[in-house]
């Protein structure tokens, strides 16, 4: 009994002491995340709040490079959409909650060395650090190219992480506000100039091309490109070749959207040239008469039958892209016409 009692003492005071150095850990953070978002780890800032023990919260830590000398285009645009589930965190969830996730960083250009004992030689990449992982085990990884990695993407990977609902909020965007002001503007001042000859605004086939201008631009995701801010392209950091098309259903690229509007355009453009086939094949008399209606049919001067061909083409091949384009991102699509 005598010697079990110094025994228990002990064991006491090293749990006393552990329990200290848990709530200084803790505080740290807070104090770290107070002044800004995110903690930028050092060496000696990863030994003691990320690897070692004991730990009773989680840390989101992504790894990155955003060095200029370093080819990461990929980087930049990850880095703002982490900031943006930091910031939303930090200002929108409770005390509790902020004391259960941090988030940090971790810049290839000022701790290489924690590159190194990752054995990581890409970037960028999204951690999660439980709180009972050791320092032997590997943490769970987000995956970019299966998940995307805008703010949503990231804040729903923490909620399956650490069960922490984290409601993003996007800092104001005005830039969308003043190119319509100035759209408005220019377009107020064009009728003023041609305030003596309005006729143009009667003409149909003008406001064709606006209405199928404008029902391209909003099928292919640029709007969507205005809310998020994706990049114009990815660079695969294994092989190094660039991507045009996001591999992922939940993200997009700017190069992507403008392949998707030229596509749909092209279509349209096959199912206008069988339009006017049948029209040519109408008569001739009921066809002068479309043309003076339609500036448009003057255009056409093929052959029935070669338009009508020619249509079927651009129908066929570019509906058949346009699959290719919707199966690479919806992995198995078990549908196809002329490409795979």
């Given at each position: ?91 929108t969830s409770s005390e509790s909650d902020r004391k259960k996730v941090f988030f940090g960083i971790v810049d290839y250009e000022d701790a290489p060395q924690i590159f190194q004992q990752m054995n990581l030689n890409t970037a960028p990449i999204l951690y999660h650090f439980g ?210």
């Amino acid at each position: 009994m005598r010697t079990l009692l110094p025994l228990l003492l002990a064991l006491f005071a090293i749990c006393l002491a552990q329990q200290q150095t848990l709530d200084e850990k803790v505080q740290n953070l807070a104090d770290l995340t107070a002044r800004q978002s995110i903690v930028k780890f050092n060496m000696d800032k990863w030994k003691n709040l990320v690897r070692m023990q004991p730990r009773n919260y989680s840390m989101i830590v992504m790894f990155t490079a955003l060095s200029p000398g370093v080819n990461c285009p990929i980087c930049k645009p990850a880095y703002d959409e982490f900031m943006i589930v930091a910031n939303s965190h930090r200002y929108t969830s409770s005390e509790s909650d902020r004391k259960k996730v941090f988030f940090g960083i971790v810049d290839y250009e000022d701790a290489p060395q924690i590159f190194q004992q990752m054995n990581l030689n890409t970037a960028p990449i999204l951690y999660h650090f439980g709180a009972k992982l050791s320092a032997k085990k590997r943490p769970e990884q987000m995956d970019f190219q299966r998940q995307g990695f805008d703010a949503d993407a990231i804040g729903r990977f923490v909620q399956d992480q650490t069960e922490v609902h984290i409601r993003v909020i996007r800092p104001p965007n005005y830039t969308a506000p003043v190119v319509i002001a100035l759209f408005v503007s220019l377009l107020l001042g064009m009728l003023y100039v041609k305030r003596n000859s309005l006729d143009f605004l009667f003409n149909r086939t003008m406001w064709g091309f606006v209405c199928m201008a404008i029902t391209f631009i909003f099928m292919s995701g640029q709007m969507w490109n205005h809310i998020r801010g994706p990049p114009f392209m990815i660079t695969n950091p294994n092989t190094k070749e660039p991507s045009f098309i996001h591999g992922s259903t939940q993200f997009q690229l700017i190069a992507e959207t403008y392949i998707v509007g030229i596509l749909y355009a092209l279509v349209a453009v096959g199912f206008i040239c069988v339009n006017e086939a049948a029209d040519q094949a109408n008569g001739k008399d009921k066809k002068n008469q479309q043309k003076k209606a339609n500036p448009l049919s003057s255009l056409f001067s093929i052959p029935a039958n070669t338009l009508a061909i020619v249509g079927l083409v651009f129908i066929c091949v570019f509906f058949s892209f346009l699959l290719s384009v919707f199966r690479s991102k919806y992995r198995g699509y078990p549908y196809s016409f002329l490409f795979s």
